[in-house]
């Protein structure tokens, strides 16, 4: 079974943005916030959407197991909070040069003020 209930903490493959022209859409017509060791482009989707995640690391970060190791700590933070949107949103995460050497911890704390300051979380009680 591949279809995900509310609540769970999967990332599907259809969450994923995968498609040149999805990222650039994202980046040319949405909004864009950097903070730390990430860049995050945004865009609101219409409701009862999902929300979807691409994720760019370059070549400027090092060799491949430092890419593959920030790709995992966004991928992963993306996961942790993909039910705290206020409405769906395809995002796109780009790691910064600072993100190496970084914890879970601190590129959650990262993304999670960006995701304040952009007014995308629900409101906490």
């Given at each position: 079974?591949?279809?995900?209930?509310?609540?769970?903490?999967?990332?599907?493959?259809?969450?994923?943005?995968?498609k040149t022209r999805e990222f650039a859409r994202i980046r040319n017509e949405g909004r864009r916030s950097v903070r730390g060791c990430l860049v995050v482009n945004w865009m609101l989707l219409t409701p009862g959407s999902i929300c979807r995640v691409g994720?760019?690391?370059t070549k400027k970060l090092g060799k491949a197991i430092i890419r593959t190791r920030a790709r995992r700590l966004l991928r992963e933070t993306f996961r942790l909070h993909q039910h705290d949107f206020r409405q769906p949103v395809a995002m796109v995460l780009v790691a910064r040069?600072?993100?190496?050497?970084?914890?879970?911890?601190?590129v959650e704390r990262d993304f999670v003020t960006l995701l304040r300051q952009a007014n995308l979380l629900k409101e906490t009680k």
């Open positions: 079974m591949t279809v995900d209930g509310p609540g769970r903490m999967r990332l599907a493959r259809a969450m994923r943005l995968q994720l760019i690391t040069a600072s993100i190496i050497g970084k914890k879970l911890a601190d």
